[in-house]
Antibody
Framework: EVQLVESGGGLVKPGGSLRLSCTVS????????LNWVRQAPGKGLEWVSY????????YYADSVKGRFTISRDNAQNLLYLQMNNLRAEDTAVYYC?????????WGQGTLVTVSS | EVVMTQSPATLSVSPGERVTLSCRAS??????FAWYQQKPGQRPRLLIY???TRASGVPARFSSSGSGTEFTLTISSLQSEDFAVYYC?????????FGQGTRLDI
């Protein structure tokens, strides 16, 4: 079974930047499509961004468009989320999730806290 | 964007009961929807996809029905480990969207 492990979360001031990483233990037959999904404290799930296996297709939620950038390094089995101009409302646990439709596998999440 | 609305927000139930959770989409998503279970402090777990297909390892007491705009998740006989928050999600269009969740409480 594929394992996803996120890292890079932490405390950052409003307007600051942070880069999250997700290590994928193995891909199935080819690099899998991947997503970032977040969950604010005590709230529900919010899809953030998607990247296809070859990085040809990338989508963002309107709430992060222009501030966040998703990327991947298939040679290293890594997924990234570069987050710039962070706001208090970006405070959440960020999960990487595998799949283009339903999200079949999830990481354990990494907490991002935006506060002065 | 497709808005997913779940009801009720919270459901108080007892072990052994049959439970039905509802999800409504603001526009048709055909069978392109999924259900997830999330226990406190844990990552979400995929339960159902394609409208009615159970994910690997999901017990047969979980079933789903519906297509278009109205969907239900049924737990035939609630077990203690089923007390959790359940989310529906559509994947017919971008952005992918989730319902706000239904919490099952004892």
């Amino acid at each position: 079974e594929v394992q996803l492990v996120e890292s890079g979360g932490g405390l950052v001031k409003p307007g600051g930047s942070l880069r999250l990483s997700c290590t994928v233990s193995e891909f199935t037959l080819s690099p899998d499509p991947l997503n970032w999904v977040r969950q604010a404290p005590g709230k529900g799930l919010e899809w953030v961004s998607y990247i296809s296996s070859s990085s040809s297709y990338i989508y963002y939620a309107d709430s992060v468009k222009g501030r966040f950038t998703i990327s991947r390094d298939n040679a290293q089995n890594l997924l990234y989320l570069q987050m710039n101009n962070l706001r208090a409302e970006d405070t959440a646990v960020y999960y990487c999730a595998l799949g283009i439709a339903a999200f079949e596998q999830w990481g354990q999440g990494t907490l991002v806290t935006v506060s002065s | 964007e497709v808005v997913m609305t779940q009801s009720p927000a919270t459901l108080s139930v007892s072990p052994g009961e049959r439970v039905t959770l509802s999800c409504r989409a603001s526009q048709s998503v055909s069978s392109s929807f999924a259900w997830y279970q999330q226990k406190p402090g844990q990552r979400p777990r995929l339960l159902i996809y394609g409208g009615s297909t159970r994910a690997s390892g999901v017990p047969a007491r979980f079933s789903s029905s519906g297509s278009g705009t109205e969907f239900t998740l049924t737990i035939s006989s609630l077990q203690s480990e089923d007390f959790a928050v359940y989310y529906c999600q559509q994947y017919i269009s971008w952005p992918r969207t989730f319902g706000q969740g239904t919490r099952l409480d004892i």
